[in-house]
């Protein structure tokens, strides 16, 4: 049986600067993992090389399914299952979430489930009053997170990587978007949850935490690194990078 | 009512300017590209301006017409064919001043058969002006709106050819808007990409008065669109949009002039371009403040897409300030799709080409939600986004 995703030695340059290190990392199918680390890290810059964005210089593997991504364009890589929840998603003019939906329904017409996520998700997260506003255009911060959610519900991935779906939430925003990943969680998943805080970590259970410092997972285990980290910071694992 | 011979039916005033402009024509010369006002433009053709036609050819109708509700008034090579349709010209007195200061403005006077007259009669619903050339002689259609003071009135005027011949066309569209009035005017330019239009529009705002304008460019070989909106009236204001895509070798020229003369009036303009294959698209904004233009607000915005390498963009705001008290602000850009969106779009599962279509229409939209008829907006958002699509699949962007 194949992972969710499987990241091998994963190195990404822009120009001379290295980013990712050398990232390891494997989410198997019904689990949730979260990644944390520093700013800088690389925690965005790895969403975005595994979604297949241009502008990095890549080596080593990731697999989603057992689906080499290798090669692909970043819709190739969609279709096939990858979907990235922006940390600061694109504002377009002009195109409403609900053209944006219909344009991902005609993209997988092999997929008929799209009519009933749509109304379903739309529904669930009170979506109604967004779908005809312009893409993240003019939305508050919360409200771009929760459209990120409503694709995502939409888009049904196998895997998906939330890039700081918690920040700049309320609290009770924050546990609406807990829950929702909770309801999401199913056997058919694999997710990621870029996090600075254990505050979503609470309302929600995570299988994994690993640890992002200077372009690598340093370290990975249990929801109770989260707790730890809270009180030390990243300190020690900058030293020993640097080391 | 059978259109009448140009010049028959003129009232006396209207002969009297016809005669004058006649007898001035001969002493004019075609504008030259050293000018400021025609910089732009290769004007090495003959404009022919004495072939207009003496008949009108036979109309065509198609479903924006046909699925109107309101007025349509037919205008065919210039002749209104509308029945009860006046002239501004059979009219006892000089409605709107017809006087021209250039070759093409002079020969209009000269040669136009008639130039709708839209009152109050008209104008107590929507109308849509469809203006139709059949021919291959140069034509001069004309539109006078005059809304009265206090009333609404909405226009749409369509400008476009029954042929794929060359022609060269000098359309003229003019509007007075009385005290405490709003017109919502859209014009759509849709002529072949053979003809030469050499555009006016001329708008007075009286005070207090709004005007909503938009105009959509699609066609010509050469699209002109020299307009001046006159903000007389203090407290008068006015939104101006356009959107224009140019391909194959267009040229689409745009000269808007926001002429502030009454206090505290307001005026937006926001236009928005693409370009494709060689085609040049020209911005020359003005927001002129006269010295009496205290606590205007004149603000102008322009947005363009290169989609080909050879295609060309000019964006050229000016201001001219003569008093101190008033904002003012403008802004262009000039630039290929972008290309965090189109990422972003293909993140959702969206191949480029796809998203590179959702962007282009998602560009105009801003412009293309602003005409006045649902109808009349889908079809002209269709035709935009139909032009963005058979470039892609010809692979010219
Ligand atoms: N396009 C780029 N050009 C140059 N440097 C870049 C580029 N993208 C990312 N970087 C650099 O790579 C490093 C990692 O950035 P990234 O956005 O992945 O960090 P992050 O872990 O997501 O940080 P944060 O927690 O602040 O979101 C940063 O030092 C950043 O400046
Ligand atoms: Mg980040």
Redesign the pocket.
């Known amino acids: 049986m194949s992972y969710a995703l499987e990241v091998r030695n994963l190195r990404a340059r822009?120009g001379d600067?290295e980013?990712l290190t050398g990232v390891d990392l494997t989410v198997p199918f019904g689990e949730v993992h979260a990644v944390m680390?520093?700013?800088?890290?690389?925690?965005?810059?790895?969403s975005h090389v595994l979604m297949g964005k241009s502008?990095y210089n890549v080596e080593g593997d990731a697999f989603i399914d057992g689906v080499d991504l290798s090669g692909m364009t970043v819709d190739q890589r969609a279709r096939a299952g990858l979907f990235e929840a922006f940390?600061y998603p694109i504002e377009v003019p002009g195109v409403s979430l609900d053209l944006l939906t219909t344009a991902m329904a005609e993209s997988n017409p092999e997929d008929p489930g799209f009519g009933g996520r749509i109304a379903a998700t739309s529904e669930r997260l009170s979506m109604e009053p967004f779908r005809s506003r312009a893409l993240n255009v003019g939305l508050s911060g919360g409200e771009k997170k929760r459209s990120e959610m409503y694709l995502l519900g939409v888009a049904n991935p196998k895997v998906a990587i939330l890039?700081?779906i918690d920040s700049g939430l309320d609290i009770d925003a924050v546990r609406e978007v807990a829950a929702m990943v909770e309801a999401l969680r199913s056997e058919d998943l694999g997710v990621v949850i870029?996090t600075?805080y254990s505050r979503i970590l609470r309302y929600m259970s995570v299988d994994k935490v690993h640890v992002?410092v200077a372009g690598k997972i340093v370290r990975s285990g249990g929801p109770e690194i989260a707790e730890e980290l809270e009180g030390s910071g990243y300190t020690e694992y900058q030293v020993a990078a640097a080391g | 009512m059978p259109p009448t011979l140009t010049g028959s039916n003129d009232a006396a005033w209207m002969a009297k300017k016809r005669t004058a402009a006649l007898e001035l024509l001969p002493t004019l010369a075609m504008p030259s590209e050293r000018e400021e006002n025609w910089r732009y433009l290769d004007l090495s053709f003959d404009p022919d301006l004495d072939s207009a036609p003496s008949t009108p050819g036979v109309a065509s109708s198609d479903a924006i017409v046909a699925g109107w509700h309101g007025t349509v008034v037919t205008i065919v090579d210039g002749f209104i064919v509308t029945d009860g349709v006046q002239s501004i010209g059979e009219r006892n007195e000089e409605t709107v001043s017809v006087d021209g200061d250039d070759l093409f403005s002079t020969a209009f006077v000269a040669y136009a058969p008639g130039t709708a007259y839209l009152g109050k009669e008209l104008l107590t619903q929507p109308v849509f002006v469809d203006i139709q050339s059949t021919s291959t002689a140069t034509t001069f259609p004309g539109v006078h709106v005059d809304v009265a003071p206090g009333s609404d009135a909405t226009v749409v005027v369509r400008m476009s050819s029954n042929s794929d011949q060359p022609a060269v066309t000098v359309p003229r569209v003019t509007a007075n808007v009385g005290d405490n009035a709003r017109l919502t005017l859209s014009i759509i330019q849709d002529w072949n990409y053979a003809t030469r239009a050499i555009g006016r529009c001329t708008i007075r705002l009286g005070r207090d008065s709004g005007l909503a304008f938009s105009e959509i460019g699609l066609g010509g070989k050469v699209g002109r669109l020299h307009l001046d909106v006159d903000y007389i009236g203090d407290g008068s204001h006015a939104k101006i949009y356009g959107a224009y895509f140019g391909e194959g070798n267009q040229t689409l020229d745009y000269r808007y002039f926001m002429n502030h003369i009454g206090t505290n009036t307001r005026a937006d303009m926001f236009l928005k371009g693409a370009v494709a294959d060689t085609a040049l698209s020209v911005f020359t904004g003005m927001i002129r403040i006269e010295e009496t233009g205290q606590r205007t607000e004149s603000f102008e915005t322009n947005r363009n897409l290169i989609l080909s390498e050879g295609a060309a963009a000019q964006s050229v705001p000016n201001l001219e300030i003569l008093n101190n008290d008033v904002k003012c602000g403008h802004g262009s850009s000039i630039g290929p799709l972008d290309e965090d969106q189109r990422y972003y779009l293909m993140s959702r599962g969206l191949t480029p080409e796809h998203a590179d279509r959702l962007q282009v229409h998602g560009f105009f939209e801003e412009v293309v939600e602003q005409i006045p008829d649902e109808h009349v907006a889908a079809w002209a958002r269709e035709r935009i986004n139909n032009k963005y699509i058979v470039a892609q699949q010809e692979g010219r962007v």
């Open positions: 822009i600067l980013i680390g520093p700013n800088g890290s690389g925690k965005s810059t790895l502008d940390q890039d700081e870029i600075h992002m």
